[in-house]
């Protein structure tokens, strides 16, 4: 038992945020949006726009390419039931969402489903391709814990990709209370999205414009790149008492062997995360690299979320970490390391990777606001109360802010 960070009571990481904060659309202009950062124990209140001003001229920022599908299928049976179906995860492919979705015919994917109870037999929903109206079935094979085993089969020769973006909507979090809208199909996605495959976006990256990026270049601002698949548990309140009783959600994340190589030759200069699923991503690699040393051969790509919490595993630094996965893919000739991971970063955690993370203000009890306490301690406690008495917007489609750790 990891005492010292399981018996983490969530109820410590719990503030009243009023309704009204939560924002339900996105500015018209994503870099308007409020920039709260926080340096040296000092609170500045800016414009996203001004982020470059605020970071290192030899920074390498990280940022997130994964691309949300329009996850959520709406069925609805002849009796006139409505059934939403929720994709979380693929079936196929050994879980590679590249392969899975450019499936034809039919594929396997691992849902939610709201009216379950009604769904009984094979399920359709109907879609326009080229003027022709095609059909998606849909039908259960099996339960999977909360979620269901789903068969979906179409009647025309396109990948599952296709098939989403023409059938499916925009997969908003669930405490944005309205109907998706045409324009989320747009703003509920970042500027250099690119790998499809999640099912929320990384919402951090929303407040980048080309505007912005440009000035990160005229200030000799590097950009690097990875992959993860943001997946639905994301959103999920943490409803344990202790965090050593809730379980972490698992995310695919590739990360390339030249990012590796970059961040080799950052050395001691500054890395700065555009948000949670950045650092989750990157810090997972310190996991990766001790089961490699340790030779568990089984499991080297696949990390639990208290993993990282043994003893052992304190020591290994970021310079032996990414020496270790470079390493290992040139001996096995590799390009890029793919992974599970569960890794769940709490207060105490060691941060190898990162001197500052942007992230959007996330919700009480969260797993995102534990992340972001791993960061800058108690002191979130101060921001956030900040934030809500100037009126900052909060959650996905909320103002950004600019944390260094402590």
């Known amino acids: 038992m990891i005492t010292d960070y399981t018996d983490i009571r ?6 009243q945020l009023p309704e009204e904060q939560i924002a339900k659309y996105p500015l018209a202009e994503r870099d308007a949006s409020k920039l709260l950062i926080y340096k040296n124990n000092i609170i500045t209140d800016e414009q996203f726009s001004s982020l470059p001003s605020y970071l290192p001229n030899d920074t390498l920022l990280l940022i997130n390419n994964t691309k949300v599908i329009p996850a959520r299928i709406i069925f609805h049976k002849n009796t006139g039931a409505r059934i939403e179906v929720f994709c979380l995860e693929p079936l196929d492919g050994n879980g590679d969402y590249s392969i899975a979705l450019a499936l034809r015919k039919e594929c ?16 359709e929903a109907q879609f326009d391709h080229e003027g022709v109206t095609c059909i998606l079935y849909a039908e259960i094979e099996s339960r999977i814990d909360e979620a269901v085993s789903v068969r979906f089969r179409w009647d025309v020769d396109l990948d599952f990709a296709s098939v989403v973006e023409l059938v499916g909507k925009v997969p908003l ?33 929303l407040h980048f414009t080309e505007s912005v990026f440009n000035k990160l270049k005229k200030n000799n601002i590097e950009i690097g790149e990875v992959t993860l698949h943001v997946g639905a548990g994301t959103f999920k309140p943490v409803s344990a008492e202790v965090i050593g009783d809730h379980v972490m959600h698992a995310e695919h994340v590739v990360v390339e062997k030249t990012l590796l190589e970059k961040m080799l030759n950052q050395g001691d200069k500054p890395m700065v995360a555009v948000g949670t699923t950045t650092v989750r991503s990157l810090e997972s690699l310190v ?8 030779n568990e051969v089984a499991d080297v790509f696949t990390i639990t979320q208290w993993d990282t919490y ?8 970021k310079k032996e970490t990414l020496e270790i996965l470079l390493d290992y893919l040139n001996r096995n000739n590799l390009t890029y390391i793919e992974a599970q991971t569960s890794l769940m970063i709490v207060p105490g955690y060691k941060i190898r990777f990162f001197d500052a993370i942007i992230t959007n203000f996330h919700q009480p009890k969260s797993t995102l606001l534990l992340l972001v306490s791993a960061f800058i301690g108690q002191d979130w406690k101060e921001l956030y109360t900040h934030a809500k008495s100037i009126n900052y917007r909060f959650l996905s489609y909320g103002d950004s802010s600019l944390l260094f750790r402590k």
């Open 108 to 123: 396997r994917w691992k849902c939610i489903a709201g009216n379950l109870k009604k769904w009984k037999g094979v399920i």
């Open 10 to 15: 969530i109820s410590d990481y719990d503030y």
């Open 173 to 205: 979090p669930p405490y944005i209370k309205r109907e998706t809208e045409a324009s989320d199909k747009l703003r509920y996605q970042t500027v250099y999205a690119h790998y499809k495959g999640s099912v929320a976006a990384p919402t951090a990256g």
């Open 287 to 294: 996991q990766v690299a001790r089961k490699i040393l340790a």
């Open 310 to 317: 043994r003893g052992e595993n304190q020591d290994l630094g």
